[in-house]
């Protein structure tokens, strides 16, 4: 199987722009800061439960952000030409993987020992 550079590149733009939606959507800039005025309703009575949808909200953008991060790590591999190469050890990452998950920048091997 080849790397299909084109249709990563078309795919990984897709899953930018579906990323960043998220982020808009959930009131956090592309930076993934909230904004100040997130809104959470007028009513404060349950000021817990504001504050747990609040935690919650930050993990999901935080989560997002990682991902948009990873799109734009692979993104900018394309861009020099070193899509499919691993970050850490330079050997190609294997274009099965990258089918399975275009974002990819790093190797099993690599990935397992960044995330142990
Ligand atoms: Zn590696």
Same mark, same amino acid.
């Not at 005025?37 to 007028?42: A, I, S, T």
């Not at 504050?51 to 948009?68: C, I, M, N």
């Given at each position: ?11 990984? !733009? ?16 592309? !930076? ?30 935080? !989560? ?39 974002? !990819? ?12």
């Amino acid at each position: 199987m080849t790397l299909d550079v084109a249709t990563a590149k078309k795919t990984l !733009s897709n899953e930018r722009e579906n990323l960043v939606h998220q982020l808009t959507e959930l009131g956090a800039a592309e !930076s993934g800061d909230l904004k100040a005025d997130l809104d959470f309703g007028e009513s404060f009575a349950d000021a817990a439960a504001v504050t747990a949808e609040r935690t919650e909200v930050l993990g999901v953008v935080d !989560s997002l952000k990682h991902q948009l991060e990873d799109v734009d790590r692979a993104l900018a591999h394309i861009a020099a030409g070193t899509y499919g190469i691993c970050d850490k050890c330079r050997q190609e990452i294997g274009a099965d993987r990258m089918k399975y998950r275009p974002a !990819s920048v790093l190797c099993v091997d690599c990935k397992s020992q960044a995330n142990p």
